[in-house]
């Protein structure tokens, strides 16, 4: 299975998770206040905190209970097996899905979020690899053919405003200075459609950003993370950016993703998916929607 696979599953983890949360929240709240608490009315209809309980569980539930279910396995297994991810690989890990995917958001709860889930997609692999013997010489050519992957260019976690007008840029950059919101300003008033709907994030970007003129991008470099620019002229009016964080570009030499290497190469000789689903039986996990087999 390719890399750009792997994170695709992680992202979808990562919302399993959010919603586990809200789904287990909104039950303790069902405990609290009784099963005809109504949550919403349409004219004369109700709908009730048991109605929208139940469509959650339609909708979620098996997901997010597998999702559980996986994270105690993982964890199970890594101690059988006495197997550890390192911060470094981690850390590593992290760098690579920004600068390649992008990240949106500028809480630091979400980004321990993407390296508890970083650090249990690694002990999966560590785990379903761990039998299988790649040698150095193999690992080294994987490297070289494929280092490009291991270079992470430099790259800005951007939000930005974009109005029509001078006039709209000086008010909204005259109301930021007094102390307003950044992302609340991009949702009320930004042009770009796209990233007002998120609060102006535009994810990380990186040099070689062709969507973005090269009179922006130098703005960005001169920036300092939490401030934003004055006016940019653009083709669609102006923009106001403000960088959340800067990345500086490296080189990972052979020797700090080797095990990366020797993991990525494991398993596309085993084709295998990746899941812990593989060791549901291992564990005798059994569940609600009943008996697993690995898959």
Not at 139 to 159: C, D, F, G, R, V
Request: charged residues 30%; contains cysteine.
């Amino acid at each position: 299975m390719e890399k750009k696979q792997l994170w695709v599953i992680i992202a979808g983890l990562i919302l399993l998770n959010c919603l586990t949360v809200a789904f287990f929240l909104t039950n303790q709240g069902q405990l609290a206040t009784g099963n005809e608490e109504v949550v919403a009315t349409v004219g004369k209809d109700t709908i009730t905190r048991e109605d929208w309980l139940n469509e959650i569980e339609t909708r979620y539930g098996q997901d997010v209970l597998q999702d559980i279910i996986d994270g105690i396995v993982i964890k199970s297994m890594a101690e059988k097996y006495n197997i550890d991810i390192s911060d470094k690989e981690i850390e590593q890990e992290l760098l690579m899905v920004k600068t390649m995917y992008g990240s949106y958001g500028d809480d630091s709860a979400n980004e321990e979020e993407w390296k508890e889930q970083i650090k249990n997609n690694l002990l999966l692999e560590e785990l379903l690899t761990k039998d299988v013997v790649v040698s150095e010489e193999e690992m080294k050519a994987y490297y070289e053919q494929n280092s490009s992957y291991y270079h992470i260019p430099t790259s800005y976690h951007l939000s930005h405003i974009v109005v029509k007008t001078e006039e709209e840029a000086e008010q909204t950059l005259k109301e930021l200075n007094q102390g307003s919101n950044f992302a609340t300003l991009a949702m009320e008033r930004s042009i770009d459609e796209f990233s007002a709907n998120q609060g102006g994030d535009l994810g990380y970007i990186t040099e070689e950003a062709d969507h973005f003129s090269r009179n922006y991008l130098k703005v960005v470099e001169q920036l300092k993370p939490g401030k934003w620019s004055d006016a940019i002229l653009t083709e669609d009016g102006y923009s106001i950016v403000m960088l959340h964080e800067r990345i500086n570009g490296k080189e990972f030499p052979y020797n700090e993703v080797k095990n990366q290497v020797r993991r990525q190469i494991a398993l596309e000789q085993m084709d295998v998916a990746v899941s812990a689903s593989a060791f549901w039986d291992e564990l005798d996990v059994d569940w609600f929607y009943g008996k697993k087999s690995a898959e």
